[in-house]
């Protein structure tokens, strides 16, 4: 989580080499490598090739037994005894055909996909939400306590452009496997530490842990090498290995055999390429025990009937955020004095390369999901009441894909906001247990929901809502729920934040470098339509996807000079038209920071606006010419009233509010207009690509909101957690009105 009181702070990333005497080995056919304390053995065979990417093969081994009843996710099958029964409606996926759906049925869902032999493909995409949340697939195998997979690394623009000028911290993917649902969480934040002292290590030995892979480029004379490193989590390095390239290659590819159990230490590896230019292994000095301390891979026998006969057995794998790992950094050793890589706290922020892919074989594995519901509906008139009414047609799939049918007869309700509330004609009644959010419930509560905003509290209560340049919020979009006492209104401010310095993210970018998109007083289904944009209608505007019909709103950053005076300048329209408000405020470009007043967003006309003051140098209201009646074509701030008592008695209505990602904005680009001869700024169908600054931020006031949250399975109260995040926001230097 970003904040402002927040000092940065730069670590030199170096590459470890090999030395040249004594360590660089020509790899030969049928040689295999075993880690032991003393001991190694060195196979390797041929190699296989595929353009595009970097690929390794890996098998694991493990056990365990449980003896308890306890939930495995996604599918919330039950393990007991070390033996697992299915969630009702499991069944096989075998076809590309039900993924998007299979994805949709959970959001803790993998991004997974079938290659063209029927191999499921897993993968750990930069954009992607996996690299902060996490992902967990649920995998029917014949395999008994064993995993076999492979690994792979792409980058549509070549191996180059994300290796080159990266560390051994830049492409990182962590995983762990065989854990229950609240296991699992504990490992989201990395490792298990014992009380111990572990040279090399600052956060101790390591009591238990999941696996990683990370991927490098080192270079020695002039050979270049793609090497892959092999260990534990938060541990130094056990294996690694590096075949010859040439970087400027657009695609490259290095395949690799691992072999992961707990015979000797917990894992060894297998190299199968014979290209292999050096290979090494080394013990880890930050973990004791690597039997008992890396985690033991189970795959649990299933209970009844499997929807693969050929397949008795259940493996749950999870690929783990990056505040799971840690960077490594070359420093001299506090502990003995030597330069060598240290085990750090601070966690990696990659990947910097397009995917990072797992594969599992269609030979041993097949994709496991519970029965998906899809809805066709039609709409009809309702005699007795003259209200619209809803005729649903609900299909299921069962263990054998098989469909049934059900239709139904309902008044209309629909899904509102993070918590799943229910709307139904303009009222709101609130999930079950549903509560207020205090400080020290803050990442409990952003841990609750793969679609939670980043949020915290600054030094007076207010809520800030965090739009940064390293988290999902800009690629997927986030929700928040909030209880207001304003009706049919919506009130905020806004500000933008850079460690280094506003200077550094506004002089030298353009008008769409910092675009904040958001939306509000939406039902669940309606947000997804604007993450992909404004709904446009044809019509006489000039503008590249033509008039908008329906949209929410953004704020823009910028900067600009007048006169040798240097200034912010903050832009607030709606989204896909041109520029309706803007602005300019001369302003010290070396500050960290810079907060605008209030913005207005109400039923009247017009649908929008910003409290303009006499401190700021430029203030302009113009028309948009992309959209033709601002009042109908924006989106209503439609504050919900609650049915029932409300948390927060003195707030009885509920706002649900929506950071958009970056694809739901429009590029402006400034041409010359063919009937006047001028320049202007025209609406592209190119979207943004930032935001350049650490954080654009959104504030609701303590007077008028409380953000709301539900429990999560299993919870009826949130826990405190310890240590606050803080924001503190300088209020001399924001502009409110009453």
């Known amino acids: 989580m970003f904040s402002c009181n927040l000092k940065s702070t730069e670590y030199m990333q170096k590459q470890l080499k090999p030395s040249p005497n004594g360590r660089k080995k020509k790899a030969t056919n049928n040689v295999v490598f075993y880690l032991q304390q003393q001991q190694i053995e060195q196979k390797a065979n041929n190699v296989r090739k595929h353009r595009g990417f970097l690929h390794c093969c890996s098998t694991i081994t493990w056990a365990v037994k449980h003896h308890r009843s306890k939930q495995c996710r996604p599918g919330n099958h039950i393990l007991q005894e070390g033996k697992v029964t299915l969630a009702a409606g499991s069944r096989v996926i075998t076809n590309n055909e039900d993924i998007e759906r299979y994805k949709a049925s959970s959001a803790d869902a993998c991004d997974v996909n079938f290659d063209v032999n029927g191999n499921i493909i897993l993968h750990y995409r930069k954009e992607a939400r996996a690299r902060y949340k996490g992902c967990t697939v649920d995998l029917l195998t014949d395999k008994v306590d064993e995993i076999v997979f492979w690994t792979r690394l792409h980058d549509f623009k070549g191996l180059g452009s994300c290796m080159v000028k990266s560390s051994i911290n830049s492409n990182v993917l962590p995983f762990a496997y065989s854990l229950t649902n609240e296991e699992v969480k504990e490992f989201h934040n990395g490792p298990r530490f014992a009380n111990v002292s572990c040279d090399s290590c600052m956060e101790g030995c390591v009591e238990k842990t999941g696996l990683e892979v990370r991927w490098a480029r080192d270079k020695v004379g002039s050979k270049e090498y793609a090497v892959i490193y092999v260990n534990p989590i938060a541990t130094k390095m056990v294996y690694y290995a590096g075949i010859k390239r040439d970087m400027r290659e657009q695609f490259v590819e290095l395949k690799q055999s691992l072999v992961i159990n707990q015979k000797g230490p917990k894992f060894h590896i297998k190299f199968s390429n014979n290209g292999t230019e050096y290979i090494y292994t080394r013990p880890s000095n930050c973990i004791e025990n690597p039997k008992e301390n890396i985690l033991s891979p189970s795959t649990w026998e299933i209970v009844g009937t ?69 809805n066709f509906t039609s709409t009809t008139k309702d005699p007795t009441d003259k209200n619209t009414s809803i005729t649903t047609t609900s299909r299921a799939s069962d263990n054998n894909g098989q469909e049934s049918t059900k239709i139904s007869t309902i008044k209309p309700s629909f899904k509102v906001g993070l918590g799943d509330h229910i709307l139904q004609e303009g009222k709101v009644t609130l999930a079950n247990g549903s509560m207020i959010v205090k400080k020290e419930d803050v990442e409990q509560y952003m841990t609750s929901s793969a679609n939670a905003c980043n949020v915290d509290f600054d030094d007076e209560g207010n809520i800030v809502l965090h739009y940064t340049n390293l988290e999902a919020t800009k690629d997927k979009g986030c929700t928040m ?8 209104e919506i009130v905020f401010w806004t500000g933008v934040h850079n460690l280094g310095g506003l200077d550094a993210c506004l002089n030298g970018s353009d008008i769409n470098s910092n675009v904040l998109p958001f939306a509000y007083s939406l039902t669940n289904e309606e947000a997804k339509k604007f993450h992909n944009g404004p709904i446009f209608a044809d019509g006489l505007c000039r503008c590249a996807e033509g008039c908008v019909e329906k949209t929410g709103l953004e704020v823009r950053w910028a900067y600009d000079k007048i006169v040798g005076k240097e200034n912010v300048v903050l832009y607030a329209n709606p989204i896909g038209t041109k520029l309706v408000y803007y602005i300019r405020r001369e302003w010290n470009l070396n500050s960290t920071f810079v907060y605008f007043n209030q913005t207005h967003i109400k039923q009247t006309v017009p649908q929008f606006h910003i409290e303009s003051l006499k401190e700021y140098n430029d203030r302009n209201p113009q028309p948009s010419n992309c959209i033709k009646n601002l009042k109908e074509n924006i989106l209503s701030p439609s504050t919900w009233e609650i049915v029932g008592t409300s948390p927060e008695p003195k707030m009885n209505r509920l706002l649900v509010f929506h950071l958009l990602p970056q694809k739901a904005s429009r590029k402006w680009m400034l041409m010359k207009n063919n009937h006047t001869g001028l320049q202007e700024y025209v609406v592209r169908k190119e ?40 924001t503190t926001i300088n209020k001399e230097n924001i502009s409110t009105s009453t």
């Open 306 to 374: 499997s929807p693969e006969p050929t397949m008795n057995r259940l493996l749950v794998f999870h690929l783990l955020p990056q505040r799971a790992t840690r960077k490594r950094r070359m420093m001299q050793n506090p502990f003995n004095g030597f330069i060598a890589y240290v085990v750090i706290i601070e966690r990696p922020t990659g990947p910097k390369c397009d995917d990072l892919i797992m594969i599992f074989s269609k030979s041993n594995y097949r994709l496991l999901t519970t029965s998906v519901s899809y």
């Open 481 to 488: 729920d909030l209880l207001t006492n304003k009706g049919h």
């Open 687 to 726: 979207h943004p690509e930032g935001p350049k600054c650490d954080d654009l931020r959104i504030i609701f006031s303590r007077d008028n909101y409380k953000l709301l949250t539900t429990p999560t399975p299993g919870t009826s109260t949130l826990k405190a957690t310890q240590g606050e995040r803080k």
